[in-house]
């Protein structure tokens, strides 16, 4: 279709040629020709720096275990050097880099973005389903207060694996009820691979060798065949073991394991008081019998009674629930009908005092009398150039309350007497609009002497001969003729507005702060996109990715079917369909 | 040209000269309006050039109350670790710069590729690219940083907190930003150029960065230094990617300086804001016939 219709454009003018001539030139411009030694020398050498780039991120993951990303990583390697390394296929050697980039960070990021939208991912959920597990299983690690504190020395053995050698002076006492009666206790940190934990009694008890220790009693301090660490080494790597765990039992998850005490002395025994079960996929907790069943579709792991066992969720797809808060929670829909109606007058008002003191100001300038033009269009083109976020800066330091600019420079306002620019809704909006009027009325400046300029000569002088005013040049002629070359442009204006995070952000933060009862902070000024950067990166409540990403896609809908509207009007999309 | 057209009207004007009031009427309030637009164009400038040469910030005195150099002195005395101005400086100029490199490069052979070749999905990928364009990178924030945060745990170097990762998300957006515009310009350059060329028995990378990317490099150079002032502007993508403050790029940093206005943390943003200003005013004055003549290609300055 597209070759059959194909123009063979030479500057201005146009030739058409026969349909098989077109074709043939095509197929020659298709065709690489014969590669040159230079050319391919570089050619290997590039593909070799990638593939060495690759191998290397390969071995990463391979190291992380990540075989799905591997696989991925191999595919996309083999074929980049299938594109490069066979002759021909010219379209794919020129589009491959440039589409790699894209799919994999803006393609991605719109269709990661949509999935996003349907899941619970956010700062309570924002890992998989393993990860939440182990996190609660650290968290119900506790310490058996009703089991025997014990002195203990750390020993070593020649394979390098560590012991507890433990002294409990605490269970038994003698007929005086004060002298200890002492029993020790052996284990290593393997239950089935080194010695487990038991008692030691018997003949055994020749092989122990005794100190004093801190209580005032003996302990034991060395078995025969250990070598028992001082203090300077168990302190030295406190860290490894602060975490070393000496099993009681072959069930070390259900009969738990003795754990050294913060001062590194002593021993008590540690377990898991909350137990997952991989077959019924729940937690029991062992100290009331409560069981905490996983519900996929919160990321919670909950009780009957409705009680949650982690803050720590996973990540789960919860279907339309997202959308279900932006439409459905009564208590939002309020906040967010202003927020969205503050979006849209933001927006248009934006669009609106840009464009007209940007028309103004090219209809007084279109005048080829008046001297200076030149000068006049440099000062005014300053705020377009100057970077936009330093402008919103500036701009908020100059609505400054005590001293600022404009309340004490300008307006003249004794310090504490101005107009509360940041602190106060309505005059919020107004320091805003202002700011975007500065921001944004030379761009308007620009567009509309362009266009003005492209406005024949001739309709102008012959509405001055009928005896049109000025105004009615301006009414009946220049706007429309106007209106018909800058709609799309003032829609893609409508667009950029109201996603113009940069502006909101950084002059007011979205503030002031609206009711904080409402769980989030729905600010005075805040337009959808600074509501949802809130919501997603700097939310007291933690971060609510999927919320945020169902609030962009509805936004790109809003601004994506806008801009459909005014690209339709211009002859963009005609251009490409050729 | 335009020259001579003004002096025979200054002579016709000679000849009748317009009564004071004729002109105040018809062109003296013009003037007059231009003046009070250029102040209200300039009275922000103004004011930072004013502060940023402050003693202590404070200006209620008036513009220009005092002139001192001691606020760039101390920007570039790099005495406080947490605000690395000169690193910022140079964290955005090479962020920046091997961005706009990168995305041209990148743009442009994809624009080759659409205005000479012809291959099954061309029409799908330019109308792909268009509306790709559409989705701004503000509403994918939350999906970028999820990427990159992943791409931390096993590539830190092209994750979250690496300059390489922000230099990828451009990347990404490169194909869409530039490749439309830099189609035109590769259709403005004749195919029987290429096919002469082909003819000789050129190759088609000799026919491309010998002979097509040379016709067009003035534009590419345009192209670039465009997409150099956008990313040297970005705050948002930045202000998310990186968390550290010798990481941070002009945009970001800089917002560091503001916590009070009226101190003397305010005058150092001032100078910092003349600093990171200055060479992107120059550039976009510079440029401003290609930026205007963009503009009514549909072109938004973000």
Known sequence: ?578 | MSTVVEETYDRKVGKRRMSPFRWLATLGWKHLVGLAVCVYALFPILYIISVAFSDSGDISGGLFGSFTFKNFEQLFAGDDPDRPFVQWIINTVWIASVSSIGSVFLSALAAYSFSRQRFRGRRGGLLTLILLQMFPSVLGLVAIYAILSELYKYVPALGLNSPWGLILVYLGGSLGGGTYLMYGFFNTVPKEIDEAAKIDGATHTQIYFQIILRLVSPILAVQMLLSFIGISSDFILASIVMNKPDQYTLAVGLGLFIDQPYSKNWAMFCAGAIIAATPIVVLFMSLQRYITSGLTGGAVKG
């Open chain 1, 1 to 578: 279709m597209a070759r059959n219709t194909e123009d063979v454009t030479s500057d201005a003018k146009t030739v058409r040629l026969s349909a098989a001539t077109r074709r043939a030139r095509q197929r020659m411009v298709d065709d690489g020709g014969t590669p040159s030694l230079r050319g391919t020398i570089i050619k290997i050498i590039l593909l070799g720096i990638a593939d060495a780039a690759a191998f290397f991120v390969s071995m990463l993951l391979v190291a992380k275990h990540q075989w799905t990303y591997l696989a991925g990583v191999v595919i996309v390697t083999l074929i980049l050097n299938f594109i490069y390394l066979r002759r021909g296929g010219l379209p794919a050697k020129y589009l491959s880099p440039g589409v790699l980039f894209l799919i994999f960070f803006s393609f991605s990021v719109v269709v990661y973005s949509a999935f996003i939208a349907f899941t619970n991912y956010g700062g309570q959920h924002n890992g998989s389903k393993e990860d939440s597990i182990s996190s609660v299983e650290l968290g119900a690690m506790v310490t058996d207060t009703n089991a025997p504190w014990m002195d203990v020395s750390i020993l070593e053995d020649g394979n390098k694996h560590f012991y507890f050698l433990a002294s409990d002076n605490m269970s038994e006492f003698a007929a005086d009820g004060v002298t200890p009666v002492p029993h020790y206790y052996l284990g290593g940190e393997d239950f089935n691979a080194t010695t487990g934990w038991h008692e030691i009694t018997g003949d055994e008890l020749s092989k122990v060798s005794y100190g004093a220790g801190l209580m005032g009693y003996d302990i034991a301090t060395g078995y025969e065949g250990f070598t028992t660490l001082t203090i300077d080494q168990v302190t030295q790597e406190g860290a490894k073991f602060a975490t070393l765990k000496v099993p009681l039992s072959a069930q070390i998850d259900t009969d738990g394991w003795m754990a050294l005490d913060p001062s590194a002395a002593g021993v008590q025994r540690t377990y898991y008081d909350a137990k997952y079960d991989a077959a019924t996929d729940s937690f029991t907790r062992l100290s009331d019998g409560t069981v905490f069943k996983a519900d996929n579709s919160q990321g919670f792991f909950i009780s009957e009674s409705g009680e949650r066992l982690n803050d720590t969720g996973w990540q789960t797809v919860v279907g339309l629930k997202n959308f279900n808060t932006i439409f459905g929670n009564e208590k939002l829909r309020a906040p967010l009908l202003k927020i969205f109606s503050w979006t849209v007058i933001f927006a248009i008002a934006s669009v609106l005092s840009t464009f007209i003191l940007g028309l103004a100001l090219s209809l007084l300038f279109n005048d080829d009398r008046l001297r200076g033009k030149k000068i006049y269009r440099a000062i005014m083109i300053l705020p377009y150039a100057f970077p936009g976020f330093l402008s919103a800066y500036v701009w908020k330091g100059m609505f400054s309350f005590e001293y600022g600019f404009i309340n004490f420079n300008i307006l003249g306002f004794k310090p504490g007497h101005g107009i509360p620019w940041l602190a106060e809704e309505g005059a919020a909006k107004w320091a805003i609009l202002l700011c975007n009027l500065w921001l944004g009325f030379p761009y308007m400046f620009l567009i509309t002497t362009g266009a003005l300029q492209a406005i024949p000569a001739e309709l102008t002088e012959s509405a001055v001969i009928d005896g049109a005013s000025a105004w009615q040049q301006l009414r009946l002629i220049k706007l429309p003729l106007l209106l018909v070359s800058l709609t799309p442009l003032l829609i893609s204006s409508f667009a950029f507005n109201f996603n113009n995070f940069t502006i909101i952000y950084l002059i007011t933060g979205g503030g002031p702060s609206g009711d904080p009862s409402l769980g989030v902070d729905v600010g005075g000024t805040d337009i959808l996109i600074s509501f949802v950067y809130k919501i997603a990166f700097s939310s007291s409540q933690g971060a609510d990715y999927g919320l945020a990403s169902a609030f962009s896609i509805l936004i790109f809908f809003i601004v994506g079917g806008l801009s459909l509207i005014g690209f339709r009007r211009t002859r963009f999309l005609e251009e490409v369909t050729e």
